[in-house]
């Protein structure tokens, strides 16, 4: 079994003229009750042979100052970014890193359990070569949790896992907690200080189920708490239109009590909206339209639900949102619910409030788009608030994939670092290329944003005008 480790690579530049080139989390309460994952950072996410990305490409979160596998005294935070901000042209592979990375969490969750029922393994190869459409696919992330560094993978293609591996580096140095060869669990071998019934859990493992999600279902002492950083730790969000009106019912889940509301209150104001206040009132449903419900729920979901599944999801239907408004000429109170608001402000509290759930818990927080329906300044914001220790005291990451190079240094000002800034890039073979503004020389006086666009970097589209043009005056001739 492989596992590669990325060259140091050397600085890069171009030429501007040259031509150079989702699971769903089960959406919780932004206030209250909330089980944080413990003091958890993500060092990197590496992938290999998933979509675009043949070969291995890797997102780290740690600061060029460190150069060791154990920081000094093991703080580890002056040393782990807060913020990745992914950039590239349409259709270069930035959703794609981010797809492999919720594959990852969902394999980790799911394999053991949701996808008992499967003969295969999901797989997503590159298809451009013929050669990689039977190879396996890699995933691997280091990361802290409770102040030990871990590294965990997992190497899979359609007929089932292909390897897997944990080490810890309690000391600084590596030490093995599991390590599987094959697709068979007897090749499964475990280190000396992995505690638990490892042999007799051994045996429940498929050739399609990881251990790690196995041995979480057993209740592992030592790896249940891995797993729930996968399951709990990471959480993905999406911004795009046709999933606003999931977002909407996350929304009505989330302010479901004062504290929540409060938030809410809050982040509306800061965001300019024009919104007052937020309420929540209670509809009474009919029979008739209980009865709808429950026949829905069993259309979609095959089979009736368990009562009180059915219950608790139609206790926040009968709950309607409504926002204050002050109409501008009578000076009146007016109330909309969440249906008729904009998709800005959906967008914002879609964002808003997990995150703040986030910066309180801890944790790592995706979000593929982060700029749709939302003003720069709101998403420089955003990004501000997970960089500002005071808020984010939990110290979550926040991983998005935006074409707001605004946040590169411009109107906003200088709001990404460099090592926080990260660019994919699709070459003349359809294969994604991952790589970090730090990888250039960038002076002080540069304007990052400028620079970008004019191409000195990658990753922006190469368009010919004149082609398209000729070619649509042509057609209309």
């Known amino acids: ?3 590669l480790r990325s060259p140091r690579r050397s600085k890069r530049t171009y030429n501007a003229l040259s031509g150079v080139n989702r ?6 309460e932004a206030e209250g009750a909330v089980e944080a994952p413990g003091e958890v950072m993500l060092l990197s996410f590496a992938v290999r042979n998933h979509r675009s990305i043949r070969d291995r490409a890797e997102l780290t979160l740690t600061t060029t100052r460190l150069r060791t596998a154990r920081p000094p005294e093991d703080d580890w935070k002056p ?3 807060r913020v990745a901000a992914i950039y590239g042209a349409n259709a270069s592979g930035k959703s794609t890193l981010i797809h492999a990375l919720e594959f990852m969490r969902a394999a980790v969750q799911n394999s053991a359990t949701a996808w008992g029922h499967r003969e295969d393994f999901p797989h997503y190869p590159f298809l451009l070569e013929d050669s990689f459409a039977g190879r396996a696919s890699e995933y691997e992330a280091d990361f802290v949790h409770g102040g030990v560094r871990y590294s965990y993978g997992f190497e899979s293609d359609a007929s089932g ?3 897997e591996w944990l080490f810890s580096y309690p000391e600084g140095r590596r030490r093995k907690l599991f390590e599987r060869e094959a697709r068979e669990p007897e090749s499964i071998t475990f280190g000396r200080t992995l505690g638990g019934e490892n042999s007799t859990m051994r045996k429940l493992v498929r050739p399609n189920a990881l251990y790690l999600s196995v041995a979480a279902n057993s209740n592992h002492p030592t790896l249940t708490p891995l797993w729930r950083y996968f399951v709990r730790g990471v959480e993905f969000v999406l911004l795009d239109e046709a999933d606003k009106s999931a977002r909407v019912e996350r929304v009505k889940q989330w302010l479901t009590n ?3 509301l409060a938030t809410a209150v809050s982040i509306l104001a800061f965001a300019d909206l024009g919104i007052e206040g937020v309420a929540i009132e209670e509809k009474e449903l009919d029979q ?7 026949s829905a729920m069993e259309t979609l979901y095959g089979e009736p ?3 009180e599944y059915s219950a608790r999801v139609m206790e926040t239907q009968s709950k309607v949102l409504t ?3 002050t109409s501008g000429a009578e000076g009146a109170t007016k109330r909309l619910d969440i249906d008729r608001e904009s998709s800005g402000t959906v967008s914002w509290l879609a964002l808003a409030m997990p995150a703040v759930r986030a910066m309180r818990a801890g944790g790592v927080f995706v979000v593929d788009e982060i700029d749709a329906s939302l003003h720069p300044r709101l998403t420089a914001a955003l990004i501000q608030l997970f960089k500002d220790e005071q808020v984010n005291a939990a110290g979550a990451q926040l991983i998005f994939t935006s074409h707001d190079t605004t946040l590169l240094g411009g109107l906003v000002g200088d709001v990404l670092a460099h090592e926080e800034t990260w660019f994919v890039e699709k070459n003349a073979s359809g294969v994604s290329e991952v790589y970090s503004l730090a990888e250039f020389p960038v002076r002080a006086d540069h304007n990052v944003e400028r620079r970008y666009l004019g191409g000195r970097y990658g990753a922006v589209p190469v368009l010919s005008y004149e082609r398209l043009r000729d070619a649509l005056t042509h057609r209309a001739s």
Do not use: I, L, N, Y
Request: hydrophobic letters at 35%; charged letters at 30%; proline letters at 10%.
């Open 1 to 3: 079994m492989r596992r």
């Open 23 to 28: 699971s769903k989390t089960v959406p919780q």
């Open 79 to 81: 040393f782990v970014t």
């Open 161 to 163: 896992v292909r390897g």
């Open 258 to 260: 004062e504290a929540a």
């Open 288 to 294: 008739d339209s209980e009865k709808r419900f429950v």
């Open 305 to 307: 639900r368990p009562p």
């Open 323 to 325: 926002f204050a408004h």
